[in-house]
Nanobody
Framework: VRLVESGGGLVQAGGSLRLSCAASGSTFSINAMGWYRQVPGKQRELVAFITSLSGSTNYADSVKGRFTISRDNAKNTMYLQMNSLKPEDTALYYC?????????WGQGTQVTVSS
């Protein structure tokens, strides 16, 4: 499975961005996909994930009500709509795909929110 993120950039606080993650390869084996983020010196943290079968979603408390994760199965693409962005959302955002037994990662896309 190969994952390619896009959509990051620089935005002012209160603005919006939409990240995309295009999956290719053995996408039929993916059980769930998610978005993680990491800032230098800190551990990578889960932002949101969505399951393949039921489409169930889960969010970190810090982004609930502001971010929305979704999937377009026909396009093998996952999205993260980020609204009301805050400076503390600044991070490198990674796409993640879980299969059994391997977890795949994209290369990351930088999101920078200015105050």
């Amino acid at each position: 499975v190969r994952l390619v993120e896009s959509g990051g950039g620089l935005v002012q606080a209160g603005g919006s961005l939409r990240l995309s993650c295009a999956a290719s390869g053995s996408t039929f084996s993916i059980n769930a996909m998610g978005w993680y983020r990491q800032v230098p010196g800190k551990q990578r943290e889960l932002v949101a994930f969505i399951t393949s079968l039921s489409g169930s979603t889960n969010y970190a408390d810090s982004v609930k009500g502001r971010f929305t994760i979704s999937r377009d199965n026909a396009k093998n693409t996952m999205y993260l709509q980020m609204n009301s962005l805050k400076p503390e959302d600044t991070a490198l955002y990674y796409c993640n795909a879980r299969t059994i037994p391997v977890t795949y990662w994209g290369q990351g896309t930088q999101v920078t929110v200015s105050s």
